[in-house]
DNA sequence: GCGCTTCTCCGTACAAGATACACTGTATTG
DNA sequence: CAATACAGTGTATCTTGTACGGAGAAGCGC
């Protein structure tokens, strides 16, 4: 049973009560907060100790009483933006799983940064964990074990991110390697790719099949990739139960 | 026909050729081999501009000829440690994929700092546009159309993150948030997670599911889920040529 | 009620690291 | 030989995260 790191502990409500000095003035979750407000209006890079503190009136050092580093904020940032996840109810878990996936693409959506942040840092949050736990509940539900389930889950999840991470690079509020979005990557690409060299990229620039890409067709597209993970699980539950 | 980012013509061989001055006494091939072998050993955070002009034996400022920032050594980093992809010859589309995204995962696992920058990133470099190349010739050439590939290719890279993310939780590289890697990690959930909040957690925790993970398990459980995609991929095709 | 303790919050100081700028010297060109 | 354009350098600056020590507030024991 060993010490808890600062954050995590204070996410989960853990920290240690005192009665003595003053009121804490403050909360993680007030902090988080208002780090979350400038990530999503300025992005990633607006999130400093000083300007988070400014946003909350209180001095750059303070925040250092409720969590140990800039990383850790970050951390609690993760967890503090993931919404609730949706919850089973008597769904079968084809549905579910549908809309677990939806639901968790939507907000990383909302919060682009995320996909800069949470990639490599498993859950530790309540929040975070939820949504991992609901997943995996669904899966073993249907007969799968912890391992498969655990093995889907997070293919699930990076597929979230990476239509996320279409979704961001179509908007344009990348990291402008060209001049912005879609259309400057697509013709960034145009100059620089040969039929020779590259006959599958220059037929699908040809097609226009980068270009098109409004919200529905988007969504389509989501979908389109769903269907064929969930095909997928479908076979195996399906094998595990004759099994 | 716009100006190119300065690293994105040197990575295409595009730089302005010029008789005068001094010979450059650098490549941008010199550079990123540098940077890369810090990364490699040290890890991102000891990828410095004064890490890798120190390395070189050059000065810090002499590597803003070749890049314009820290930034676009990075992309000209992600390009560098790209090996190049398998040709697909005439192995059938699902040999090929299921090759494909294995060696994508692996060479993630070799630079797994790849896996904190490339994320946003959409490839501008001829190596990685190499890669995405030859997965759309093939998924074409199975009778998809252009759109379709694109977005099977990402999911399929997808994959290969979110495993190469797996294996370097497990092998405790992570950003340390218990003592180390896949062991801290459990011990930290078990302690927090409780049975009736978190269900399906508790019980792939109790079923040690989380736990057993060496290499040849996780390549079953690599080999599992890309079965899962590739089946998904395999109904759409044999759809698509009925239809 | 009084001093001690134990907090919270703050101001200042420092360090690391990216990058702007102006300079030096060198190889090519006329 | 003079002019020019350019590679590489040294120094200065600016931004940020964070260590440290101090000041005052709130509870505690006498």
């Known amino acids: 049973m060993q010490k808890l790191p600062t954050v995590v502990a204070r996410m989960w409500g853990r920290e240690p009560v005192s009665r003595r000095g003053p009121r804490p003035g403050l909360t993680l979750d007030r902090i988080t907060d208002a780090a979350i407000e400038i990530a999503d209006a300025e992005g990633l890079a607006g999130v400093r100790m000083s300007s988070v503190a ?11 009483g409720y969590v140990a580093s800039k990383d850790e904020l970050l951390t609690a940032m993760v967890d503090a933006a993931a919404p609730d996840p949706p919850e089973p109810g008597t769904l079968p878990w084809r549905e579910y799983l549908s809309v677990w996936t939806r639901a968790n693409r939507d907000f990383l959506a909302c919060h682009l940064w995320l996909l800069e942040v949470s990639p490599l840092t498993p859950p530790t949050g309540p929040r975070t964990l939820r949504w991992l736990d609901r997943a995996l509940t669904v899966l073993t539900g249907a007969g799968l074990t912890a391992a498969e389930a655990i093995n889907i889950t997070s293919t699930l999840s990076a597929y979230a991110a990476s239509s996320a991470t279409l979704l961001s690079a179509m908007s344009g509020t990348v990291d402008e390697t060209g001049p912005e979005g879609l259309a400057g990557y697509t013709a960034l690409l145009t100059q620089l790719v040969d039929a020779g060299t590259y006959p599958g990229l220059a037929a699908a620039l040809e097609s226009g099949a980068f270009g098109a890409a409004p919200d529905w067709v988007e969504d389509a597209d989501f979908t389109f990739g769903l269907t064929l993970l969930l095909d997928g699980i479908e076979a195996l539950i399906t094998r595990r139960r004759k099994g």
């Open 54 to 64: 400014a946003r909350l009136g209180v001095s750059t050092m303070s925040l250092y």
